[in-house]
């Protein structure tokens, strides 16, 4: 295998930022190592450099940043970098070449095969004889080209081309997962929303219509609540919150709650101050609360009773959501959980909350449910304190 081959697949597996791998490349030089292994971790850290930019996608601004740290991987004069439509980037010398990059890569761009083109340049002086240009691919798709432009064309650089093309590839699939797991996650968060207006929009304006005549100051308190719930709930600034934030919108709804049920709805709060910073999913526990309410009261005469619970596991806030209505079979929990049973707005928003900290955090931070027929429900939700990629927005 190439050197620059193995190096590049190193790269992509790695995922170093790239500080910390420049660090470690002066830790080796420190060290004395080989010419051999200084050159590897000197690409390893070039293709850190360049990766983030591609990570928003084959963009001007991205190929823009990225294109300097691609032309140092191939050790070459000049490359090009072009999307369907048009050039993106001529970075490098004989720059005079920029206005024919897109039409060198035409036919690669059509059939999507690398092409190895001599170029006719007047100038003696120039370093751009040849062009390798390579596709750039996703899911099976060509979205564009990267041109490499020298003095000549050797099997090795046609090899280290394709390469680079093809780590150029694994980048851009990443930004097509990170843009399909964004909208999956606000396609989700619509979902709560949608369920949560019909239903309890229409008993907290019912309820609040009850009190405009009989105690007038009750009915404006209970309209300022809320209009902060719904405008906290259906805001559309980040996919993050703080627990605090989360627990103030969970608070304005229980208030509304309580001034519909009176006394037949108890609810008790003890929450540990030190993980109220904590940044968690938007709306991760407003369907878990909701959800008890109408098991722990609708769904049961008497007194219905609500214990919610925020403490400090560590590395992770622990926070659990119980009530002691009427329970739910095991086996329908677990249709729920994996999206095979939606009737019923409770189950929409278990299995919604379920599957978004599962995509934020990993499998093992699913919802920890225990239940039982006519023996109530508790439900546990785990998050750590600090997490790649979340922070609160709570513009």
Sequence with gaps: MEPLVAVLVVAALVGVPGVVLWRLLR???DLGSSPAERATFETLHTASLAAPPLRAGLTQAGALKASRHLRELLGSPAVAV???EQLLVYDGAGDHHAQDAFEHAAATLEDGRTQVLALDCPL?????????VVPLTTDDRVVGSLAVYGDHASAGLVRAAQEVARWVDSQLQLAELDRSRTMLMEAEVRALRAQISPHFIYNSLTTIASFVRTDPERARELLLEFADFTRYSFRRHGDFTTLAEELRSIDRYLTLERARFGDQLQVTLRIAPEVLPVAVPFLCLQ??????????????????RITIVAEDAGAQCCITVEDDGIGMDPERLRRVLAGEDRSGAGG??????????????????????????????????RAPKYHPGVAADNR
């Design 348 to 381: 929409i928003g278990l299995a919604n909350v379920d599957e978004r900290l599962r995509q934020v955090y990993g499998d093992e931070y699913g919802l920890v449910v225990e239940t039982g027929p006519e023996a109530g429900t508790k439900v546990t939700v």
């Design 124 to 132: 003696y002086e120039c370093p751009v004889r040849h062009a390798v």
């Design 82 to 84: 072009t999307d369907r």
């Design 287 to 304: 369907p878990l609360v909701e959800n008890a309410v109408r098991h722990g009261l609708e769904s049961k005469p008497g007194v219905g």
């Design 27 to 29: 830790g080796r030089r």
